[in-house]
């Protein structure tokens, strides 16, 4: 079956810093990703669509220089948290369509950031 | 805009029992709807996928049924047992589009 991965699974940097997080369709191609954002015991809210050769589109209210997000290739989009702070700390978990007769969101597992 | 309610916020129960999930949705111009697992800490588990066309769904212990007019979703977990503890999400994808909207999910507790 169609599997998405996200690299890394976690990661704990310094305020200031920046993150990038990877999302890759492993066996299939997408155009479009999708990148969504989840606090603790919240549900999950997208933050922006990834468009392989072209930019983004973001959600409103999500700073689109704070979350960079490149869609370098057919099989793979990343997310950059700029200059991380704490309350950027949050579960970000991507999705990738497949087309085969009907479409089907494929999610990563997820990468869990914690900026101390 | 498309907004996903699921009731109730939490719920408890003893093994054994049949329990029933609710989603709604506000706009009915839906492409499908999906309920997904999420352990705590984890990822998502796609666990039934609806199209718009469809009334139902079956896998195992679940069944999830879809009233696109009145724009409401359930999700039935029969004989539940304490592996079905975890938090369920309801999310629609709306017609032409891909992205999904989530409900603020379930949090499930199976008591042994």
């Known amino acids: 079956g169609a599997v998405v991965s996200q690299h890394p699974s976690r990661v704990i940097c310094k305020s200031g810093t920046s993150v990038k997080i990877e999302c890759r369709s492993l066996?299939?191609?997408?155009?479009?990703m999708f990148w969504y954002r989840q606090f603790p015991k919240k549900s999950l809210m997208l933050m922006a669509t990834s468009n392989e050769g072209s930019k983004a589109t973001y959600e409103q209210g999500v700073e689109k220089d704070k979350f960079l997000i490149n869609h370098a290739s057919l099989t793979l989009s990343t997310l950059t948290v700029t200059s991380a702070h704490p309350e950027d700390s949050s579960f970000y978990i991507c999705?990738?369509?497949?087309?085969?007769?009907?479409?089907?969101?494929?999610f990563g597992p997820g990468t869990r950031l914690l900026v101390l | 805009k498309q907004e996903v309610t699921q009731i109730p916020a939490a719920l408890s129960v003893p093994e054994g029992e049949n329990l029933v999930l609710n989603c709604s949705f506000t706009d009915s111009a839906i492409y499908n709807l999906q309920w997904f697992r999420q352990d705590p800490g984890k990822g998502l588990t796609s666990l039934l996928l609806i199209q718009s066309s469809q009334r139902e769904q079956t896998s195992g212990r679940l069944n999830a049924s879809l009233d696109k007019s009145s724009g409401r979703s359930t999700l039935y977990i029969a004989a539940s047992q304490p592996g079905d503890s975890a938090t369920y999400l309801c999310?629609?994808?709306?017609?032409?589009?891909?992205?999904?909207?989530f409900g603020q999910g379930t949090r499930l507790t199976i008591n042994p």
């Open positions: 999705s990738a369509p497949r087309t085969s007769g009907r479409v089907t969101q494929y």
């Open positions: 999310a629609v994808t709306g017609q032409g589009a891909q992205k999904l909207v």
């Open positions: 066996d299939f191609q997408a155009t479009t």
